[in-house]
């Protein structure tokens, strides 16, 4: 248990679906990511929000749309996509947003886009 | 930006043996350096980490070696049990870039007994 909690582990979608992945962490952190896993490459930041907000967005597809209504919660909105979108989704948190600290990692939600 | 190579992607060995994992980082001006394992339906977990200010960091059964010069580091896993079967990632990043961390593509370790 890292305390950062992803939801749902599993979400089977269609391209024209829309759908939300969450993440939840209950270690009082102050910066949340999102990374993608997809197989035999490596971990892809996705976004980074300090303090609930933006600072960073490695260049993503709009179709993925990131919210942090506040420290403890990072959704990522799905809307329109690929299969070759399919991959590991990973949350993560940490403590002080200016340093690299330890990562703390969620379990991930395994997207398959049919 | 920085890139990370990351080396076997796949390592089986007998209990007991060591493991030697490998990776390369490409930004001179990267100074940290952590280990993440990933066990199977767990989150990723830091395991050791190394600062560029130090060539060698031990914790127990494990310890990371740096090389500044060639830009490489490792991690040594030694009298490996079956419970050190993972995926183990490298990365590299500036301490003060509030965790962009660059990961390497992964490393399977299977540890037979």
């Known amino acids: 248990e890292t305390g950062v909690t992803q939801t749902p582990r599993h979400l089977v979608m269609g391209m024209t679906n829309k759908k939300s992945l969450k993440c939840e962490q209950h270690l009082g952190h102050n910066a949340m990511y999102w990374y993608k896993q997809s197989a035999k490459k490596p971990l892809e930041l996705m976004f980074v929000?300090?303090?609930?907000?933006?600072?960073e967005n490695n260049s993503v597809p709009s179709r993925f749309s990131p919210e942090c209504p506040n420290s403890s919660h990072l959704f990522l909105h799905l809307h329109t996509l690929q299969p070759e979108d399919s991959a590991l989704y990973l949350c993560a948190s940490s403590q002080d947003p200016s340093h690299t600290g330890e990562l703390f990692f969620g379990e991930g939600s395994r997207l398959t886009v049919l | 930006g920085e890139n990370v190579e990351q080396h076997p992607s796949t390592l089986s060995v007998q209990e007991g043996d060591s493991a030697v994992i490998k990776c390369t980082y490409s930004?001179?001006?990267?100074?940290?350096f952590p280990w993440y394992k990933q066990e199977l339906g767990k989150g990723s977990q830091l395991i050791i980490d190394i600062r560029s200010n130090v060539g060698e960091k031990k914790d127990q059964r494990i310890a990371v070696t740096l090389n500044k010069t060639a830009k490489h580091f490792s991690l040594h896993i030694t009298e490996t049990q079956p419970e050190d079967s993972a995926v183990y990632f490298c990365?590299?990043?500036?301490?003060?870039?509030?965790?962009?961390?660059?990961f390497g593509q992964g490393t399977e370790l299977s540890v037979k007994p």
């Open positions: 929000y300090n303090f609930k907000e933006q600072t």
């Open positions: 930004d001179s001006a990267s100074n940290y």
């Open positions: 990365a590299a990043s500036l301490y003060n870039q509030g965790g962009k961390l660059i």
